[in-house]
């Protein structure tokens, strides 16, 4: 199985400024046969379910802002988020799908206002 | 607008059964896989079963083989995950969720249901 190791598991940032979440896989998730990592990552708000921010490791879902930024590529993935909103406070999951059917998630990262 | 909206989640003895099921409208259901994904209160998500647009392609997470089934109905828009000889560690919030990308179970999962709650209990 695909190990995800999400870093921090929580974090504070003051309004506005950035934030960088990091999320490692324990072999590469990128498919040489068409150049894609199979990484997303999604936001959980309290009493929501998640919702997809990013897939593709980098490609923006449709609506998401775009201080959202996804980088990164075969085990070594970064989520930014460029000016931290208020409504940004979540928990954030990185997720492997390369190991399709199955997929594996990281523990996630809590996200807070400092 | 896309919905998914999962029932047939309570509380449940160790050992029994409880079928899950999940409705979808918003789009055309049959051209697209399936999964169900799990959450234990307060914790990470753990994808638990994944199904291709024509049953073709089934899977589970190792927890779950020869416990559980998923399948679908593509004439009733449906999703079903029946869960047999539950245990306490099956206690989560189980989620519905539509793959984004295929009609086989690849991922990522572009939409979620609100989740039913299964709690597995003496």
């Known amino acids: 199985d695909i190990v995800m190791t999400q870093s921090p598991d929580s974090l504070a940032v003051s309004l506005g400024e950035r934030a960088t979440i990091n999320c490692k896989s324990s072999q590469s998730v990128l498919y040489n046969s068409n150049n894609k990592n199979y990484l997303a990552w999604y936001q959980q708000k309290p009493g929501q379910p998640p919702k997809l921010l990013i897939y593709?490791?980098?490609t923006r879902e449709s609506g998401v802002p775009d201080r959202f930024t996804g980088s990164g590529s075969g085990t070594d993935f970064t989520l930014t988020i460029s000016s931290l909103q208020a409504e940004d406070v979540a928990v954030y999951f990185c997720h492997q799908y390369h190991s399709f059917p199955q997929g594996t998630f990281g523990r996630g990262t809590r996200l807070e206002i400092k | 607008e896309v919905q998914l909206v999962e029932s047939g989640g309570g509380l449940v003895q160790p050992g029994r059964s409880l079928r899950l099921s999940c409705a979808a409208s918003?789009?055309?259901?049959?051209?697209?896989?399936m999964h169900w994904v799990r959450q234990a209160p307060g914790k990470g998500l753990e994808w638990v079963s994944g199904?291709?647009?024509?049953?073709?392609?089934?899977d589970y997470t190792d927890s779950v083989k020869g416990r559980f089934t998923i399948s679908r109905d593509n004439a009733k828009n449906s999703l079903y995950l029946q869960m047999n000889s539950l245990r306490e560690e099956d206690t989560a919030f189980y989620y519905c969720?539509?793959?984004?990308?295929?009609?086989?179970?690849?991922?990522?999962?572009?939409?979620w249901g609100q989740g039913t709650l299964v709690t597995v209990s003496s």
């Open positions: 969720a539509k793959d984004r990308s295929s009609s086989v179970p690849s991922g990522p999962y572009d939409y």
């Open positions: 199904i291709s647009w024509n049953n073709g392609i089934i």
């Open positions: 918003g789009f055309t259901f049959e051209d697209y896989a």
């Open positions: 593709w490791a980098s």
